[in-house]
């Protein structure tokens, strides 16, 4: 059974920085994609970044040059670095990852951007 272990966000005053990890247990083989959406109340979850195994990766615009997602393929654990954040990157972050044809999610964590 594959769960995914989120830790990592918090409050912090705007271009502060935090980083979100995201660790998946279980069994899995094969191609995956691993990364991270964030969605604020009465708008659709968003994604912010994801990573293929084949390290692959792709970015909203508008955390490009800000955000920063790389794994660590020993552990199964995706990290997202969070640079120069703004009060409009307030929103629950949810990691997740996608396998055989599989979508996974965290149980998310929230981000707070103080102006």
């Known amino acids: 059974q594959v769960q995914l272990v989120e830790s990592g966000g918090g409050l912090v005053q705007a271009g502060g920085s935090l980083r979100l990890s995201c660790t998946v247990t279980g069994s899995f083989f094969g191609f995956n994609t691993m990364g991270w959406y964030r969605q604020t109340p009465g708008k659709q979850r968003e994604l912010v970044a994801i990573?293929?195994?084949?390290?692959?990766?792709r970015y909203a615009d508008s955390v490009k040059d800000r955000f920063t997602i790389s794994r660590d393929y020993s552990t199964n654990t995706a990290y997202l670095q969070m640079s120069s954040l703004k009060p409009e990157d307030t929103a629950e972050y949810y990691c997740?990852?996608?396998?055989?044809?599989?979508?996974?999610w965290g149980q998310g964590t929230q981000v707070t951007v103080s102006s």
């Open positions: 990573q293929m195994s084949d390290s692959t990766t």
């Open positions: 997740n990852f996608i396998n055989s044809g599989t979508n996974y």
